[in-house]
């Protein structure tokens, strides 16, 4: 990427590859939602009932609201809200964009405080830090560290500073070289520690929470964070692959990569399980107990292992990188927004948008502890950004988001684009104009309705 020039009509950066694309995409979706979230709100709602109608979510409303978004990016090639006002000039759609901007600061905020967590372990891990603790130590540890004042705090805030400066370097070499490396090196970390756990004394009990489902355990509550999470885990509903579609090549399949990158973020997802809860089980650990479940449940299985010492750094160095991946394409938003309709130049957007996500985030990080006291609607600070993101805008953002393609864009301009590098049987295609018209428009309503207690 040489093009340092700032013509009014830049030329939009593009991916190299199908693979570029499947990775960088994937890189967006997998990270803390898959290996820190994922398996904490799983114990948290009762395990496989919520698995099931997790997958459930993804395949009937995840991947159809993905692929909208790659429809609508690489439909208008913009950002966004620039998306939506080329492809409906003079109407309320572009709000819908908007909305998207502000859950990207909300999600950033407390996004990069798990990540800086992550990083703060990466540096106990070198440090031998676990070795000779047992679980009731290593959970007071964690526990300790995230509520203390500082240390949290310049772990998160040099995070930040690491997602913006990737930001910084430009689309290309960063995000989709960097995801191209990270991410096969992850999947191979993961399938390592999954062969360790399930093969751990007392693993069998994690395996049947995984996977055994009692749906008497299941409520509404648990329905809505498993949309809510379909929607964080595969990064929809608030612009994220809107922005990446508009940086594929009209020679890629949407459809295919839609699937590709949803497979993969979900397969991802059960290996976390399979990480999780047989040492969950096997160290006598409540699956139900949080934010913490990963960070204190893994020392535990690396203390035990062979070469844990080397496993602990590779998967916190991973876990960072994957969040690292994560977070880019939150940031790469915002920026894109700034430059394209707020015409300020890219590098100073991505100052601006960095700067207000991290100090967003130290108060994200200070009401884990010292502000513990202040809460909104039951929520600290931490929490209310994670709950108003995951489980209000995403899932109206999609809801939006289905809306648009199926009944603004119709079949005829789905067709069109989905035609560019691909194929979909006329069979397929009403299906999925079915599943965004209708199915998946009411689903989202009644389950965001009931999760929010007014029905
Ligand atoms: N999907 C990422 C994860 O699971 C987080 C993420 C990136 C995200 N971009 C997003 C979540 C957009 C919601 C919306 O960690």
Redesign the pocket.
Known sequence: MTDKRHHHHSRRAEFSSKFGVIMAAAG???????IW?FPYITGVYGGAAFLFVYLAFIAAIGVPVMLSEFIIGRGARRNPFGAFRKLAPNSLWPFAGMMGIG??FM?LSY?GVVAGWSLEYIVRSLTDGFSGKSADELAADFTTFVESPVEPVIYQLLFMFMTGLIVFAGVKNGIEKGSKIMMPLLIFIVIILGIRSITLPGAGDGLKFFFKPDFSRLTWEGVLAALGHA????????G?LITYGSYISADTSLPRSAVQVSGL?TLISILAGLVIFPAVFAYGIEPGSGPGLVFITLPNVFVQMPGGYVFAILFFVLLTL??LT??I??LE?VVVYFHEELKIRRKVATVLATVVTGLLGVICSLSMGINKGQTFFGLNFFDLMDWI??YLL?PLGGLLITLFVGWRLGRRLVHAEISKGGHLSPAMLTVFMALIKIIAPIAIAIVFFKGINLL
């Open positions: 967006s979706a997998v990270g803390l939602g898959n979230k859950a990207a999600i996004y929607f964080f885990s595969l990064s929809l509903g608030m994220t973020d994957a969040a994560s977070a394409s939150i938003v993101s995951a995403l």
